[in-house]
């Protein structure tokens, strides 16, 4: 577990970037200031290198943690500091997402579905993927303009080629790995960029040729920065976006919280509360 939210309730003597009562989130690599990342940063992440925090108390170093939206409830925070964040890193985080692009979103959890929120205030054209239909209209709802069942449509990239007019994906965020990757690269269109996010079903081979012939760009992402969680926070702010949860459950139920994710079956995130 490397998502957290909470109160301080204790702070160093030199401590000055947060004090007792300010509720906080974890970042997920506990360095990663600003900037590009690095193998030392790469040693920080909460849940990896570092002990993760599924615990009633934790300790952070002062630049680990970031002050959460005055409007958001606990739950609510909980799902920024990995989905929230890498779902801003993917679209914001390389500077070049323009309103009226047409975004490919693999699936209906956390970081797709943040990923949709944000196009949809960037004023981005929202293509989105499911196994089902009843999640494709829980999509459209939040702003989905077209919606693809995977499992009607295998040869999924077809469909995206030809809801953008043989154009294809200015923008694919890429959660699957080689049991998608190859099918994401076909549906990018000339000068397209593919965040790649997840290896979820494996590694495989891909195919190298239509990323060369069409000057896709492969761009790994692998969660964010300090400053793109602050940015991140100020934009939801303003736009008052409020995180889609799908379910929550006890500090006691934490297995039966795996199992929930396990079953692929949520929608949005999934959030363990003490």
């Not at 992440?45 to 002062?62: D, H, K, N, Q, S």
């Not at 699936?107 to 205030?121: E, P, Y």
């Amino acid at each position: 577990f490397s998502d957290a939210v909470g109160e301080v309730i204790a702070v160093g003597a030199d401590v000055t970037r947060v004090a007792v009562g300010d509720r906080v989130a974890s970042l997920f690599a506990q360095t990663w200031v600003d900037g590009k990342p690095t193998r030392e940063i790469n040693r920080s992440c909460l849940g990896e290198a570092v002990e993760g925090v599924l615990a009633e108390e934790v300790v952070l170093p002062e630049q680990g943690v970031v002050k959460i939206p005055e409007y958001l409830s606990f739950e609510e925070a909980a799902t920024l500091p990995c989905a929230g964040v890498t779902a801003w890193n993917s679209l914001f985080g390389d500077g070049q997402l323009k309103p009226g692009d047409n975004v490919l979103l693999l699936g209906t959890g956390g970081v797709s579905i943040f990923a949709l929120q944000f196009c949809k205030m960037m004023g981005a054209n929202v293509i989105i993927t499911s196994s089902s239909n009843e999640k494709l209209e829980k999509a459209k709802a939040l702003g989905a303009s077209f919606g693809i069942n995977y499992n009607d449509e295998p040869k999924w990239h077809k469909k995206v080629l030809e809801y953008t007019n043989g154009n294809g994906a200015d923008r694919v965020i890429e959660v699957g790995g080689a049991g998608t990757l190859s099918k994401s690269i076909m549906s990018a269109g000339v000068g397209g960029m593919i965040s790649l996010i997840g290896i979820l079903s494996g590694a495989g081979d891909v195919n190298p040729i239509p990323v060369l012939m069409n000057s896709i760009q492969i761009r790994g992402i692998f969660v964010g920065s300090r400053a793109m969680f602050e940015n991140m926070n100020r934009a939801i702010s303003l736009h008052q976006i409020k995180p889609v949860i799908d379910q929550v459950f006890s500090f006691e139920n934490v297995k039966e919280a795996l199992k929930h994710m396990e079953s692929g079956s949520h929608f949005g995130k999934i959030v363990v509360r003490k």
